[in-house]
């Protein structure tokens, strides 16, 4: 099981540099309808007032679930992608598999 780290300090890049360490896929951090910038911090993008607490996720995590946390628990838009960020994983899928799409 991978712990995603993810505190009010917490760079967009670092985020993003987790990801694909641990799972060999890409997640796409947005502010607004854009991606956000890699050097923003967590707490300048979260619409909650506490931003912050580590994510354990294992490679078997669903897509859909990773997504739905960071909303609920950030008010922050995410999506995950494959490998070579070309092609948005579905919800269905683990965080293994978006790796190989």
Do not use: H, W
């Not at 909650?48 to 354990?56: A, I, K, R, V, Y």
């Not at 679930?65 to 609920?72: A, H, Q, T």
Request: charged share 30%; net charge positive; glycine share 6%.
């Amino acid at each position: 099981m991978a712990t995603i780290k993810v505190i009010k300090t917490s760079s967009v890049q670092s985020i993003k540099r987790q990801f694909t360490k641990e799972f060999s896929c890409n997640i796409r951090i947005y502010n607004g309808n854009k991606f956000a910038d890699d050097k923003v911090k967590i707490s300048d993008l979260s619409k909650t007032d506490n931003p912050g607490g580590d994510l354990e996720l294992g490679a078997r995590s669903r897509v859909e679930n990773v997504e739905k946390y960071f909303k609920e628990t950030f008010g922050i838009k995410v999506q995950i992608s494959n490998a070579d960020d070309t092609k948005l994983a579905g919800n269905e899928m683990t965080l293994t598999q978006a790796g190989k799409l």
